[in-house]
C-alpha cells in the first residue's frame, strides 16, 4: 500500500514554455503533499506543502508564481513549471502523507530538461 | 534559520564494516525521521524517533534519538551491500520538516 506515482518520469522542453507535473496517491487519500526538488548528489530542497483544497505554503526563495501548485484532490496534487529556463533542469520529486500518518510516501520523481 | 546538520557526506566501508552518520539540529525536535534513497531511486521512509533518549532497531540498523531532542544518529552493523544508498534525516521542529543533506554509504569494490 501507500503508493504515490508522478507522471511524466521525464520530460525535456524548450525554454519559455510550462511543464505540468503531477503527483498522485494510488491507494490513499493524501492529505498533504510536498512538492521538493534534488539537485545531482545533494539533498532534497522542499519547495511547497499543499493540503487539499488549500492555498500551497512555499518555502522561503521558491517564486510561487513560477511554480504553480494545485492539490484540488485527496489524491492529485499538480505543479506547473511556468516559463521555464534552463535553470530549472532538476529532479522534482513529490511526497504525500495520508490522513493522521507522518510518514513521507515519495513518488519516484520527474527529471525535467529544459533546452 | 534553523537547520538539521548531517555528517560525514560520504563513507567508504569495506564490505562487513559498521557505518554511521549522524545529524545535529540547531533547535530542539518534535520527531526526528529517516530515509533511505538507493541510487536512481526516491526516498523511503525508514522510521520516526519521537521520545527523548529514544532508541529503535531495525534487524542491522539502530536509531537513536538524543536527551536533549537534538541530535540523532543511524548506526549500520556489518553493512552489505544492499545497505549502500544516501540516508537522510528529517527533524521536524515548528511544524517544519527539516532536511540534512545526506550521508551517502559506499561500500568499497
Known amino acids: 500500500g501507500a503508493v504515490v506515482s508522478q507522471h511524466p518520469s521525464r520530460v525535456i522542453c524548450k525554454s519559455g514554455t510550462s511543464v505540468k507535473i503531477e503527483c498522485r496517491s494510488l491507494?490513499?487519500?493524501?492529505?498533504?503533499m510536498f512538492w521538493y526538488r534534488q539537485f545531482p548528489k545533494q539533498s532534497l530542497m522542499l519547495m511547497a506543502t499543499s493540503n487539499e483544497g488549500s492555498k500551497a505554503t512555499y518555502e522561503q526563495g521558491v517564486e510561487k508564481d513560477k511554480f504553480l501548485i494545485n492539490h484540488a484532490s485527496l489524491t492529485l496534487s499538480t505543479l506547473t513549471v511556468t516559463s521555464a529556463h534552463p535553470e530549472d533542469s532538476s529532479f522534482y520529486i513529490c511526497?504525500?502523507?495520508?490522513?493522521?500518518?507522518?510518514?513521507?510516501?515519495f513518488g519516484p520523481g520527474t527529471r525535467l530538461t529544459v533546452t | 534559520g534553523q537547520q538539521v546538520m548531517q555528517i560525514p557526506q560520504y563513507q567508504h566501508v569495506q564490505e562487513g564494516e559498521d557505518f554511521t552518520t549522524y545529524c545535529n539540529s540547531s533547535t530542539t525536535l518534535s520527531n526526528i525521521q529517516w530515509y533511505k534513497q538507493r541510487p536512481g531511486g526516491h526516498p523511503v521512509f525508514l522510521i520516526q524517533?519521537?521520545?527523548s533518549g529514544e532508541v529503535k532497531k531495525q534487524k542491522r540498523l539502530t536509531f537513536q534519538f538524543g536527551e536533549a531532542k537534538k541530535n540523532s544518529s543511524l548506526h549500520i552493523t556489518a553493512t552489505q551491500t544492499t545497505d549502500v544508498g544516501t540516508y537522510f534525516c528529517?527533524?521536524?521542529?515548528?511544524?517544519?520538516?527539516?532536511w540534512g543533506a545526506g550521508t551517502k554509504l559506499i561500500i568499497k569494490p
Open positions: 524517533l519521537v521520545k
Open positions: 491507494d490513499f487519500q493524501a492529505t498533504t
Open positions: 528529517a527533524g521536524r521542529s515548528n511544524y517544519q520538516l527539516i
Open positions: 511526497s504525500a502523507t495520508g490522513t493522521g500518518g507522518f510518514e513521507q510516501y
